[in-house]
């Protein structure tokens, strides 16, 4: 028998033995499912998510309610798409969704499992959480390290400054420093000198690996045509995690054999090493893989989030020169134009901070959440989730809601101002209508330190340049398309050119 014929043979065995059990199978339970598209034979509603799967979801929402049930292969999938149900599942149901379902981007790229993002709940997850909650995300680290991020947004200005005759790609530079910024408190060092050749392929192996972490792989809800590997999904995921193990494997033996960490101030991988060697007390020891996957998730998740988020924002500002005008003269009022702004000025600074709010709720860096999966059968709005559920709380729809916002589609900073539509609205969690780093026990760690940092880049650039957009493109005709990953990439990057507008000895000083 063919290699080809015993595919077609082993596929077709599949297929029968789904319909089979689809078909034969006694009904599971009289009580109601949520509503939703009828499913198609074998694949169930895998064809109805497209190349957009947060857009598909949102219009499917509005003909069948903001709480929708697909069936995705063998998988019962339910979607949240409205701040009310959103609360009841995070919320309300938060204990019983506490877990990821199994998926092959946990499995071939986030060292099967583990790391802390798709970690299982439960004693080692709480370990992972609490080491960077403690070392790296808690109020004091934030602010003992707050010289780091300054020092880095200073470079990143400096750069800026010698670039302001040419065109730059500005999500480029923002990645850099982000980066930098975070690997200075986990490693105690940068690791890119600049917009470099290193720099571009750690970005573009970012964006790879969200956009595959955001890719609905087939063998994921049937598996058994897993091992056929349909898409090339499984494939390109080992290929990339190959490339992103030889990049931390040595960051982590080179880290061992020098004295980085040695200081009155140690790094986090300093701390993670030390932690290899005892106990910890919940979960057995650290190893040099859960080491490594944690650095990952750190690297991944802190760094292209905020950059993009940045990039986002920056793109609002030069298409709506009005808002941009008024930050500055925000800006200005309260810092002046004789020096650089800092952390400590930002909670002064509330027309930016509603701009923040603002691009979090229009660009929402995850517009899927990252899944969860049901360790009981519950109710929700009267209707039945089964046990093993897959939960996907469609946050791009929830802050576009006609529902909850006026004109969802129109940015617009002062709704969260004094006298605006949501006053009291903040993005930590609690107030379920802009949810942009999750809600409930699964939410982003690093969220504080995300907030800060993102306000610090938007306040930064506001200052200290004026923007124009590369070869004189008209600002309403700037693209604003999405490109689908599992965080929410511009289709095309941000071309600008910075105009230096502070006294010239501010620059000088960086």
């Known amino acids: 028998m063919t290699i080809l014929a015993l595919l077609l043979y082993t596929s077709i ?83 019983n969704f506490a877990s990821r379902p199994p998926n092959s981007g946990a499995k071939h790229i986030a060292y099967n499992y583990h790391d802390l993002v798709f970690a299982p709940y439960g004693p080692r997850w709480r370990m992972l959480r609490k080491i960077c909650a403690v070392h790296l995300f808690s109020a004091k680290a ?37 980066t930098n910024a975070l690997a200075r408190v986990m490693l105690g060092r940068r690791v890119f000198g600049g917009a470099t050749k290193a720099a571009d392929e750690f970005k573009d192996m970012v964006v790879e690996l969200m956009v595959l972490a955001g890719e609905f792989n087939i063998g994921d809800f049937i598996p058994a045509l897993d091992w056929l590997d349909l898409q090339g999904v499984t494939k390109k995921m080992k290929k990339l995690h190959a490339r992103f193990d030889v990049f931390l494997d040595t960051i982590l033996q080179q880290h061992k054999s020098s004295s980085a960490g040695v200081s009155s101030q140690p790094d986090l991988l300093s701390t993670l090493i030390a932690l290899k060697d005892d106990a910890d007390g919940q979960g057995g020891k650290l190893s040099d893989i859960e080491i490594k996957a944690l650095l990952q998730d750190l690297f991944v998740a802190g760094t292209d989030t905020s950059s993009s988020t940045v990039e986002w924002a920056m793109a609002e500002l030069i298409r709506h020169p009005q ?12 810092v002046g134009r004789d020096r650089l702004v800092t952390e400590s000025d930002l909670s002064q600074l509330t027309f930016l901070q ?21 360790s009981e059968s519950c109710e929700v709005d009267g209707y039945y989730i089964p046990k093993g559920s897959t939960l996907l ?44 780093f999750g809600a409930g026990r699964r ?60 006294a010239t000895h501010v620059y000088e000083s960086l």
């Not at 339970?29 to 949102?58: D, M």
């Not at 506001?462 to 965080?487: R, S």
């Open 393 to 436: 709380v469609n946050v791009w729809a929830i802050a576009r809601d006609p529902k909850m916002w006026t004109d969802p589609l129109k940015f617009q900073p002062t709704r969260f101002l004094p006298g605006g539509e949501k006053p009291n609205v903040d993005v930590r969690g609690n107030d379920f209508e802009v949810i942009p």
């Open 323 to 334: 808002l941009l005008k008024q930050a500055q003269e925000e800006v200005d009022t309260v």
């Open 142 to 178: 934030l602010d003992d390290f707050r010289h780091v991020r300054q020092e880095e947004v200073g470079i990143l200005v400096r750069d800026l400054v010698g670039s302001s005759s040419t065109t730059v790609k500005l999500g480029q530079l923002l990645n850099v420093c982000t």
């Open 13 to 95: 065995t599949a297929i029968v033995l789904y319909l089979l059990i689809f078909f034969l199978k006694p009904p599971r339970s009289l009580k109601r499912l949520p509503p939703g598209p009828t499913p198609w034979p074998l694949v169930g509603n895998l064809p109805h998510l497209g190349a957009t799967p947060h857009h598909s979801l949102a219009a499917l929402a509005v003909k069948h309610g903001p709480l929708m049930h697909l069936r995705l292969g063998l998988v019962d999938v339910v979607v949240a798409a409205s701040a009310s149900v959103a609360a009841q599942f995070l919320k309300s149901h938060d204990s």
């Open 354 to 374: 509603a701009i923040v709010k603002e691009t979090f709720r229009l660009h929402p860096s995850t517009p899927l959440s990252l899944p969860r999966i049901s």
């Open 443 to 502: 939410i982003c760690v690093g969220m504080s330190l995300g907030l800060r940092m993102v306000q610090l880049l938007i306040a930064t650039l506001v200052q200290t340049f004026d923007w124009e957009l590369a070869n004189g493109l008209d600002a309403e005709k700037l693209n604003m398309d999405e490109a689908y990953g599992l965080t929410l990439q511009r289709a095309e990057p941000l071309m600008v050119r910075p105009n230096p507008r502070l």
